[in-house]
């Protein structure tokens, strides 16, 4: 829970925040005190210089040379200083210490998975506490933007190249993760939890976090659902998301887009993972063949992942 | 009419009550055909003022159903494809339809040529030609609504709009054919006032609004094609597959984003630059005071214009571009916060000694100072690079642009509209429901948008349909969403009124005196109420400047009543 901070930020949760915020409020406060001078001084002449009469003939005010001049000076020098601050701040923000522990990150519509360096892939954002932690991200489809207000860090995924964001968080507690480039119709349901744990309890979360080697098949394809972020557009309840639900799908006769009819068999299912387009279910846009899912998963993931549908 | 020249200090014209039955702008032709027809700027001007005002109308109507979607979190009255399509084309409508041709096609072709003493703009047919042109851009833009409509958010983001439906092909090409209409535009204001301007009327003595109308020119002529290019290239990719945006293709989305804000940011000034000059004629004629710091707010105007070219990249900080660009970006975007300080200060400074005359128009403009002053101090805070960085795409973006392009360019629209509405009607509006539809509409703005600083720099992010997930570690979204909606409202019933009492007004509102302001610029002094077809009867001699308000008496005659001094319902 995080409602504590102040009226404008939420508290602060990385080590960047407090510079962050002091400039933030260093600029909120000067324009407060400039806002009031200009309005205070506006309403003053309202009323001191109020319409009396209508043969009012004010005598036209010489142009001060020196009042206009100090209106160009004290402005620059108040901007100079704001600029070099943010410029301070923001080398820090964009240069990740050297030591960073590394996560990979991959946005597609409209999830976030999360593969660790020991292959460990997760839908939550685990990260250790008081250590630099530098996401590598890519986009398999559209623009997304990875977001964590408590950490003021924000930076945009592009398709066709690496971006990255680093932060070291400085509290134990749980974040949220937004998406801040449209990307959609679940463009606001692209969300993800940040939790930030100690480094023991994050190295026993790894630990136990990998596919059990005894783990049956579709045991292996419900922990794939989640890490593959097939969650993001199926359900597994009968909500219509951005796609088809798999309750209930196998066996069932399926409409396609061009009028066709096919029975949801093992066959079927495999084909729609690995060639999405092929048959496209009446209703739904064709928008998986983005993520390239032929490429992320081998032939035992694939496997797995048909012996979880056939259970629903 | 070129032979004969009338000093405009010494024969005071305006002492002469017009004859009644002169046949004026509005009578002298009738029929819908001369209006189709027309090449009086003047009416040209009113026909894009209709246009806009449906377009507004629009805009305004999808904004309220983007709040209402907001009120609750969920599902409140459209589902997500319906919400994304709905603020998408609000923004459209508002920036490309009304907001960018705003100004300059309303007040800027009514104005500017009676400004400067001239019988018309320079090229009459083109200016016609470019509400057509406009025209065919708008239908265009329905065109895209009817096949399936656009999701894309107004800024065309690749590759998300190079996926998306042919719809969005349609709203490009809007944009750009609404684009040459203002090119058209642009070039006609720069000859004109080049060339056509009266005799005596030098550049220290060209109104405010004519400066600030000029840069804007500039910025048209010189930015537009750029987004013209765009959509072209836009269109070649999805059609020929060459591959500039779209990374399947071998294309670069933040190169779009370059191109797209190289036209976008300059397309800011274009819209906030003229409102700013009919601030300065409110605060000048308003405060019977000639506007401080003249020459210096005439220059900023022109400062900007050039500025705004060279800062397109603060809307890229965290896109990928190199933080090298970042920081030369950041570094420009402050040099504009000065010249738009000098003129706030001036624009106050404007009152001192004066006298304040709180009609309705000059309550826009002191609203202007209060909601544009918070634009400014907020477009610094979101220029810093670190700082932008948190707030970069929240609600604290949204709240920021809507002060300056709500709070600053249609604010000021409505200033001149209640300003310069006796002059292009003959009648005046209530005065008193006037006041109370600026108060309502102040209250209401500030309502719906001061609440959404706090949601954005609290980590709300934009074109959100569903908040109903965020609330478990943020509940303050909930009251600030339904404030903010409530705020918008507020806003409605109060535009909504001007509506009624402007219709009430061309109907049944008491015929305008000639002068209901004291004003001292040429349209009130010089020309009849409403202007006859050609302006002025004899080509004006310009013998002062534009905010020689000590001269009034021998503008009006020492023993004015009713016409420049009156209290706006008076008969002169």
């Given at each position: 829970?995080d409602?504590n ?6 508290e602060g949760a990385s ?5 962050v915020d002091a400039?933030?409020y ?7 005190i ?5 309005i ?5 002449f309202m ?8 043969a009012d003939?004010?005598t036209?005010?010489k142009?001060n040379k020196?009042?206009e ?6 402005p620059?020098?108040l901007?100079?200083?704001v600029?070099?601050?943010?410029f301070?701040?923001f080398?820090?923000?964009s240069v990740?210490p ?7 990150v ?5 999830a ?6 020991d292959g460990?892939?997760?839908?939550e954002?685990h ?8 996401l590598r991200?890519s ?5 997304h933007s990875?977001?964590?207000p408590?950490f003021?860090v924000?930076h945009?995924?592009?398709p ?8 070291e ?8 993760v937004?998406?801040t480039?449209?990307?959609?119709t ?12 100690s480094q023991?309890?994050f190295?026993?979360w790894?630990?136990?976090s ?16 989640q890490?593959q972020?097939?969650?993001g557009?199926h ?7 951005a796609?088809?639900s ?5 066996g ?11 029975t949801a ?7 729609s993972i690995?060639?999405?387009s ?5 209703g739904y846009?064709?928008i998986?063949?983005?993520q390239r899912?032929?490429d992320?998963?081998?032939?035992e993931e ?7 549908i056939?259970?629903? | 009419?070129?032979?004969?020249t ?6 005071p014209?305006?002492?002469e009550?017009?004859?009644s039955?002169?046949?004026?702008y509005?009578t ?8 189709l ?6 009416r040209?001007?009113i ?6 005002a449906t377009?507004?109308l629009?805009g305004?109507v999808?904004a309220?159903?983007?709040r209402l ?11 997500a494809?319906a919400?994304n399509?709905?603020?998408t084309?609000?923004a459209?409508?508002m ?23 001239a019988v018309d703009?320079?090229?009459p047919?083109?200016?016609l030609a470019?509400w057509?042109?406009f025209?065919?851009g708008?239908?265009c833009a329905?065109?895209g609504?009817l096949?399936g409509g656009?999701d ?8 998300y709009?190079s996926q998306?439906?042919?719809?969005v ?10 684009g040459?209409a ?14 056509m301007?009266a ?5 220290n ?5 004519v ?6 020119a500039?910025?048209q002529v010189l930015?537009?094609?750029v987004?013209?290019?765009t959509?072209?290239?836009l269109?070649?990719e999805k059609?020929?597959q060459i591959?500039i945006?779209?990374p ?6 933040v ?14 000034y274009?819209m ?14 308003f ?5 401080a710091?003249?020459?210096f707010?005439a220059?900023s105007?022109v400062?900007?214009?050039f500025l ?5 990249g603060h809307h890229?900080f965290?896109?990928g571009q190199s933080p090298l660009s970042s920081?030369i970006f950041?570094?420009l975007?402050?040099?504009?916060g000065?010249?738009?300080?000098i003129?706030v ?6 009152m001192?000694?004066?006298?304040v005359w709180?009609?309705?128009p000059m ?9 544009f002053?918070?634009g400014g101090f907020?477009?610094?805070m979101?220029?810093v ?5 948190h ?11 809507h002060y300056?392009?709500?709070?600053g360019?249609v604010i000021?629209l409505?200033g001149g509209?209640?300003y310069?509405?006796?002059?292009a009607?003959?009648?005046m509006?209530n005065e008193?429901?006037g006041k ?6 102040f209250?209401g ?7 959404q600083?706090?949601?954005g720099?609290?980590?709300m992010?934009?074109?959100y349909?569903d908040?109903a ?8 979204f909930l009251g600030?969403?339904?404030a903010s909606?409530?705020?918008s ?5 109060g535009?909504?009124l001007?509506?009624f009492y402007?219709?009430?007004?061309l ?5 305008a005196?000639k002068n ?6 040429l ?15 004899r080509?004006?001699?310009v013998?002062?400047?534009?905010y020689d308000?000590h ?9 004015h009543?009713?016409d420049?001094?009156?209290?706006g319902t008076?008969q002169g």
């Open positions: 829970m409602d901070g102040t009226l404008w930020l939420p080590t960047i925040a407090g510079e400039l933030f260093f600029i909120y406060w000067v324009s407060v400039m806002f009031i001078g200009v205070g001084t506006m309403g003053y009323v001191a210089y109020r319409r009396r009469s209508e003939r004010p036209p005010i142009e020196l009042v001049a100090s209106w160009i000076v004290i620059t020098i901007v100079l200083i600029f070099t601050w943010g301070k701040s080398i820090k923000l990740a050297p030591n960073s522990y590394e996560i990979t991959r946005a597609q519509k409209w976030w998975v999360f593969e660790y360096p460990v892939i997760s839908n954002l990260v250790p506490v008081s250590r630099p932690v530098k991200m986009s398999g489809d559209v623009l990875f977001f964590v408590e003021r924000k945009d995924i592009v066709n190249r690496y971006t990255s964001v680093w932060f968080a400085t509290r134990q507690d749980t974040f949220q937004m998406c480039e449209y990307c959609g679940r463009h606001s349901y692209m969300l993800a939890l940040v939790i930030v744990q023991d309890e190295n026993r790894l630990q136990e990998g596919i059990p080697e005894d783990a049956s098949p579709a045991e292996r394809g419900a922990l794939l659902y890490q972020a097939c969650n557009c359900s597994l309840d009968g909500t219509a998301m796609a088809p798999f309750q209930g799908l196998f069932t006769e399926r409409t396609f887009e061009d009028g066709t009819t096919a068999d093992e066959n079927y299912l495999r084909e690995l060639q999405s092929a048959k496209i279910v009446e846009p064709d998986m063949a983005a899912y032929e992320r998963l081998t032939s694939i496997d797995a992942l048909v012996a979880f056939k259970e629903q | 009419m070129e032979s004969a009338q000093p405009a200090g010494v024969a014209q305006a002492a009550a017009p004859p039955g002169t046949p004026n509005l002298h032709e009738r029929g819908l055909w001369s209006w027809t027309t090449r009086d700027h003047k040209i001007g026909l894009y003022a209709c246009s806009l377009f507004f629009v305004g999808l309220l159903l983007v979607e907001l009120l609750t979190p969920g599902e409140t009255i459209m589902g494809d919400y399509q709905t603020f084309l609000h459209i409508v920036v490309f339809l009304f907001l960018i041709p705003g100004i300059p096609a309303i007040f800027g072709n009514f104005v500017l040529p009676i400004h400067i003493g703009v320079a090229f047919r083109l200016n470019s057509y042109v025209m065919t708008a239908a329905i065109g609504i096949v656009v894309t958010g107004w800024t065309f983001y690749t590759p709009s998306g439906t042919n719809a092909l349609f709203m490009t090409t809007a944009v750009f054919i609404a040459f203002g090119i058209f535009t642009g070039i006609n204001f720069i000859v004109t006032v080049h060339k301007r005799p005596g009327m030098t550049w003595r060209l109104p405010l609004f400066w600030a109308i000029y840069a804007t500039i910025v930015a537009t094609p987004i013209g290019i959509m072209v290239l269109f070649l059609f020929i591959g945006f779209d399947a293709l071998g294309g670069d989305p190169l779009f984003q370059h191109f797209f804000w190289f036209y976008s940011h300059p397309a800011v274009i906030i630059l003229p409102a700013m000059g009919i601030i300065s004629e409110l605060m000048g004629t405060s019977r005071q000639k506007v710091g003249y020459t707010i220059l105007s400062a900007i214009a705004g070219f060279l800062v397109w890229m965290v896109s920081i950041s570094m975007t402050f040099l504009i000065i010249p738009t300080g003129k200060f001036n624009w106050v400074t404007t001192y000694r004066g006298s709180l009609q309705t309550l826009y403009a002191l609203m202007f100072l209060f909601l002053t918070i907020t477009g610094i979101v220029g690079l670190s700082v932008d960085v707030l970069h795409d929240t609600y604290f973006i949204v709240a920021h642009f300056v392009m709500m709070g360019t000021a409505l509209l209640h310069w509405w006796p002059k009607t003959g009648k509006y008193p429901a109370v539809a600026a108060a309502l509409i209250v703005f500030n309502l719906t948008f001061f609440t600083f706090i949601l720099s609290r980590g992010p934009r074109r349909y908040y997930d965020l609330l478990d570690r943020h509940p303050e600030l969403h339904q909606t409530v705020g409202w507020i806003l409605a019933l535009l909504f001007i509506l402007m219709l009430w007004s109907f049944k509102g008491k015929p005196p209901p302001w004291g004003a001292v610029t349209e009130w002094t010089h020309t009849t109420t409403p202007p006859g077809p050609h302006n002025f009867d080509t004006p001699l013998t002062r400047g534009p308000f001269l009034a008496d021998d503008v009006f005659g020492p023993l009543t009713g420049g001094a009156g209290d008076a």
